[in-house]
């Protein structure tokens, strides 16, 4: 079973969610702002995808642009990364798909036709 972790207001996430209800893909939705990830289960999702945590931040977001985080995250470790990103579901990366070895991060419906059965 899948986990789509959205923000039901992101075009990218409905875009995400109509693919898997188009495909007949089984999942459970998880609202990112009223459930946010935290650190445990960030750096789990980061180790799974093998991706530098940096691809889990949403570098498009208004409260990214409003913590200036672009300059900051350059002088942070990984711990203070993951404790940044489990402060605020709007800083992270969505769509994200969530199977038990594998972590999608963002919406790419040729990745995403490739990768799921």
Same mark, same amino acid.
């Given at each position: 079973? %899948? !986990?789509?972790?959205? %923000? #039901?207001?992101?075009? !990218?996430?409905?875009? /995400?969610?109509?693919?898997l209800k ?17 650190? &445990? *289960?960030? +750096?789990r999702?980061?180790?799974?995808? &093998?991706? +530098?945590i940096?691809?889990?931040? $949403?570098? !498009?977001?208004?409260? %990214?642009?409003?913590?200036?985080? =672009?300059d =900051?995250?350059? $002088?942070? $470790? %990984? *711990? *203070? &990364?993951?404790?940044v990103?489990?402060? +605020?579901?709007m800083?992270?990366?969505? #769509?994200?798909?969530? /199977? ?7 919406? +790419? ?8 059965k």
């Amino acid at each position: 079973m %899948y !986990t789509l972790i959205c %923000y #039901p207001k992101c075009s !990218t996430c409905k875009k /995400a969610e109509d693919f898997l209800k188009n495909n007949n893909i089984k999942y459970n939705y998880r609202n990112i702002k009223e459930e946010k990830l935290k650190d &445990k *289960e960030l +750096d789990r999702l980061v180790k799974l995808s &093998k991706k +530098d945590i940096k691809n889990f931040f $949403n570098v !498009t977001g208004l409260v %990214y642009r409003k913590l200036n985080l =672009k300059d =900051k995250l350059l $002088n942070m $470790n %990984y *711990e *203070e &990364k993951l404790k940044v990103l489990s402060s +605020d579901g709007m800083l992270v990366k969505r #769509p994200i798909l969530v /199977a038990d070895d594998l972590v999608f991060i963002g919406f +790419d419906e040729k990745v995403w036709s490739k990768l799921i059965k």
